[in-house]
Every structure is written in C-alpha cells, then in structure tokens.
C-alpha cells in the first residue's frame, strides 16, 4: 500500500505545490478577488524579512495595509522594512523585533503592542525554521519551538487584540 500512495503523493506534490503548479493554478484567478483594498488594517507578518513572508507583506504593503513585520534579527527586519517602504511608498510599515521560539520574546512582543492601543486586523504566522537538532531559549527542540509553538503563543498572546479588532484573521 505504501509503495502505491508514495508515488501518487509525489506526483500530486509535484502537479500542484511547485512553480509550475501555480502557473497553471493562476490562469483561473480571478483578478478581482486579488484586487483587495486593504486601508485601514493592520496586519502583522512573522518572519516577514525573507521568503513568503517578505513577499506576502510586499503585496500586503501595496494594497495599502499598515504592516507589522516581526523578525528576530533587527538588521534584516529594517533592511525588508526599507526595501518595502520604497518599493510600495507605503511608510506605515513596522519592525517588531521578536524570535517567535521564544515564549518570552513573544510575551515581551505582545505586550508592547497591546500597549500600541493599535488594532490588528490580520495574524500571518509564517515565521519558520528548519534546522539542526539545538534547543531554543526555553530548553525546547528549536523547530518545534519556532514551526509549532511559537505559532500558537503568537496567536494566543494577540488573541485579545484580534478579538477586539473583528472581524480579523488568522492565518
């Protein structure tokens, strides 16, 4: 059984989680449902400095949101701060600096920007790693502590903000 849903499971990857995959996916977008004015909302993006992340709180950028962008690393956070404000000519774009594998760092995150008094409208938990086996600041495996837990104490930290900020948006 495993020997036939291996290569089915791989061929279904390859059709339609790749480049390729996309390409073919996109031609049945409808450019309206892209074309969303997002004025007004605020939406944080962990590990917005690079990759998916960067690129998501680019398009988020230039659709207009104010943007959070939470990076562990300052340099590299207002390196992609810098580069989106230019690109988009959107100056509402901040840096929370926070490494989400820490339980701490995320309490001390949270807290400030509850303190902000500032809504948030849209939780991007993209922050992610794929590392060699270390354990993280809080004595956890480092990838569990970035990938899994950090997502949901991200989550549950701003719980009471998103609440309050409804309707909002996890994702």
């Keep these: 059984m495993f020997m036939i849903r291996l290569p089915m499971f ?95 760092d995320i309490k001390r995150m949270a807290t400030e920007y509850k303190a902000s008094g500032k809504p948030l409208h849209v939780l991007v938990n993209n922050a992610g790693a794929m590392v060699d086996y270390s354990k993280s600041l809080d004595g956890l495996e480092i990838n569990f502590a970035t990938n899994t837990l950090g997502s949901f104490a991200v989550t549950k930290a701003l719980e009471a903000v998103l609440t309050s900020s409804s309707p909002a948006r996890v994702i």
């Design 10 to 104: 791989m061929a279904y990857g390859l059709r339609k989680f790749t480049h390729s995959g996309y390409e073919r996916a996109s031609k049945s977008f409808v450019s309206e449902d892209l074309n969303v004015d997002m004025k007004g909302k605020h939406v944080m993006i962990t590990g917005g400095n690079q990759g998916i992340g960067f690129s998501a709180a680019l398009a988020l950028a230039t659709r207009g949101a104010t943007v959070h962008i939470v990076c562990r690393n300052p340099e590299r956070g207002q390196k992609a701060v810098d580069v989106i404000k230019k690109e988009t000519k959107n100056t509402d774009i901040h840096l929370h600096v926070c490494d989400v594998s820490s339980l701490q």
